[in-house]
């Protein structure tokens, strides 16, 4: 007997597992702990300028500013970063008055090297001022011809490799060379995704990170038809940056057809705690039951800022709030969320907890939403690393440019 079939039965933890390590082969960012990173920091310590711009979009710049949002008040830091991403001319404009441009590396960042937003600021800047080998660098493909235009004017690159997606690419040079520039210490961010790396791919010594990585994946998969919304509460507002980053890795990746032609998707949403605990938590908590919550807590703020016990005449009943830390009136806020949404027992909600404001928590945090995007991908049975509904908007977008 011979039988063919055109049907994906669930698949097993086992058999993606199997696909992942098979993966890896092939998709480069998740080989990326292993890199060396001797030339990143050379360069970096070569750089004179004060103000690094970094010029991209999207997997370009969001990765690296969301490390530097979260690191950026706990270190002292040596230079300062900016960042050009959006064609917004009031943007553009306000930003780079903000700067010397005098006293300036910019960092132009472009996987494919013909990114529409990207050199339209270029070209900008161009006008303002000269841009030179001296105050420019290039990250792209090295087959680009952005790379060609930056040997043509001996300018210094470095290379996104080809099998490292863009919004993937935050500890390729993508993020690692404007991070070390300005003074984080990239070893520690290279540390803190290769703990989770081998925590996940070395199952024999320790299976917390692969099971709870296959477990949500699957779960949330499995019911997405039910929780389509997937919803990050941040509890930092250094978080900001993170939430803007996992919208793109988790929006980008996971809304495709798959094989059997078939929409897919979950849609992706990131909040910030307090602050939205009085707007979207409403929502969470007496709307359609359409939505899974993470929320993610910061368990040392490195901070011993607290609330002073000033007399406020006819506030008096609140004075039981003095002398207790924002740290802690934080991390009880979360708690109190947490726990409103576990007692209604029927809203899907789990809880990560970061060491604390490091180099090493943030990269952990980074690259287990990685792994856990290509998991959920292989549940799902779609390409995680192409964008193709991107993609046709750039064409329709070249084609009325060229017509105005």
């Known amino acids: ?178 991070l070390a520039i300005v003074g984080i210490d990239i070893d520690e961010l290279l540390l803190g995704a290769k703990e989770v790396h081998e925590a996940f791919f070395n199952v024999k010594n320790s299976r917390e990170v692969y099971i709870r990585v296959l477990k949500k994946a699957r779960f949330l998969t499995e019911y997405k038809n039910s929780f389509n919304i997937n919803v990050v509460f941040s509890y930092s507002s250094r978080l900001e940056g993170f939430n803007k980053w996992y919208i793109q890795l988790w929006g980008e990746s996971l809304g495709k057809v798959d094989v059997n032609s078939t929409r897919q998707g979950l849609t992706p949403i990131g909040i910030i705690g307090p602050i939205d605990q009085h707007s979207f938590l409403q929502l969470i908590v007496e709307g359609k039951r359409d939505k899974s919550v993470t929320v993610i807590k910061v368990d040392d703020f490195y901070s011993d800022l607290k609330i002073p016990p000033t007399r406020l005449k006819g506030l008096e009943e609140l004075d039981y709030i003095d002398n207790i830390e924002f740290s802690s009136l934080i991390k009880s806020q979360a708690d109190s969320t947490i726990e ?17 404001v490091s180099e090493k928590a943030i990269a952990s945090l980074m690259y287990e939403y990685e792994l856990l995007t290509s998991v959920c991908a292989k549940f799902m049975y779609i390409n995680a690393y192409d964008q193709p509904g991107v993609e046709s908007g750039k064409i329709i977008l070249k084609e009325k440019l060229r017509n105005i």
């Not at 990207?118 to 070209?123: H, P, V």
């Not at 576990?342 to 809203?347: G, R, S, V």
């Open 340 to 356: 409103c949404i576990n007692n209604l027992n029927d809203i899907p909600c789990d809880v990560i907890t970061i060491d604390g």
């Open 1 to 178: 007997m011979i039988y063919q079939h055109n049907f994906n039965p669930t698949i097993s933890d086992e058999d993606v597992f199997n696909e992942i390590v098979e993966e890896k082969e092939y998709i480069g960012y998740y080989n990326l702990v292993n890199q060396e990173t001797q030339g990143f920091k050379e360069y970096a310590c070569s750089v004179k300028q004060k103000n690094i711009v970094v010029i991209g979009i999207g997997g370009s710049t969001l990765g690296t500013y969301a490390i530097y949002k979260f690191l950026k008040h706990s270190k002292t830091l040596t230079k300062q970063l900016y960042f050009l991403e959006t064609t917004d001319p009031i943007d553009i404009k306000s930003k780079l008055e903000q700067v010397d441009l005098a006293d300036t590396l910019f960092i132009v960042i472009s996987k494919s090297g013909t990114t529409i937003e990207t050199i339209s600021i270029f070209k900008y800047i161009h006008s303002l001022i000269t841009l030179d080998k001296e105050n420019t660098l290039i990250i792209t493909e090295n087959d680009s011809k952005l790379n060609a235009y930056a040997k043509a004017n001996s300018m210094k690159t470095f290379e996104i490799p080809k099998d490292v997606g863009g919004r993937f690419s935050v500890l390729s040079a993508v993020g690692l060379l404007p």
